[in-house]
């Protein structure tokens, strides 16, 4: 039962943070991300995991707590505002979709980043996805506060192996060559995915 509210405290408190601080400098764009969501999965998985299965469901469902904060607080203010909701309904719907298919992998590294020997294909993983969207938005998106948020993510992605693994310096370092080398490749499967989806406007700028 501790683990279950733990899990849900913290999807709500993430949720919640990205809609209070909605139109402020940084925080609005970090909401805005798709890594920090990963990392707050991520970072069940790691802590409250009992095994990989485990960490995969407890990933899925701190993104749809997230989600319940986060667009229960926007629909409130519709209805303050008398606006309809119904749009605020289906996004909750589809990124709760989301996060139910990214939330799981998130969750899945986080627990391997806690085994004895950690995994290193995970964590570079995740270090690498971390790398590759602020490089996918960085010319889609001109704002000052877009970018500096894109250079703190792109910081605390390359510290994540060697935060995680900091015991085992050599898994570490290798984790970190593999996420350096496939930042780029992975950052322009990125831009297409969100100009499919209409995040960013074409055409690709890193190719």
């Known amino acids: 039962m501790k683990r279950r509210v733990a899990v849900a405290s913290i999807g ?20 805005q ?18 095994d990989g299965r485990h960490a995969g469901l407890l990933g899925g469902v701190v ?19 008398g606006v ?12 709760s979709a989301v996060g139910l298919l990214v939330g799981p992998m998130a969750g899945f590294i986080g627990w391997s980043a806690n085994r004895r020997p ?14 590759a ?29 060697l935060l995680w693994i900091r015991t085992w310096a050599r898994k570490a370092l290798a984790a970190l060559a593999i996420a350096i080398a496939a930042a780029y ?3 322009v499967v990125l831009e297409i995915v969100l100009i499919a989806l209409g995040q960013v406007s074409a055409p690709l700028r890193l190719v």
């Open 133 to 161: 969207e602020p490089l996918a938005l960085w010319f889609h998106i001109n704002h000052v506060d877009a970018h500096i948020t894109y250079v703190v993510v792109a910081l605390a992605g390359l510290l994540l192996p």
């Open 84 to 95: 309809s909701v119904l749009g605020g309904v289906r996004f909750f719907i589809l990124w």
């Open 63 to 81: 993104l749809v707590w997230a989600n319940v904060a986060y667009f229960g607080l926007g629909t409130a203010a519709q209805v303050i505002d």
């Open 33 to 50: 991300m798709a890594v920090p969501w990963m990392w707050v999965a991520a970072l069940v998985g790691y802590r409250y995991a009992r």
């Open 118 to 131: 950690p995994r290193v294909p995970a964590i570079a993983a995740l270090a690498a996805v971390s790398l």
């Open 185 to 187: 490749p992975l950052a």
């Open 12 to 31: 709500l408190l993430w949720g919640a943070f990205c809609g209070l601080t909605n139109g402020l400098p940084i925080a609005t764009t970090l909401a």
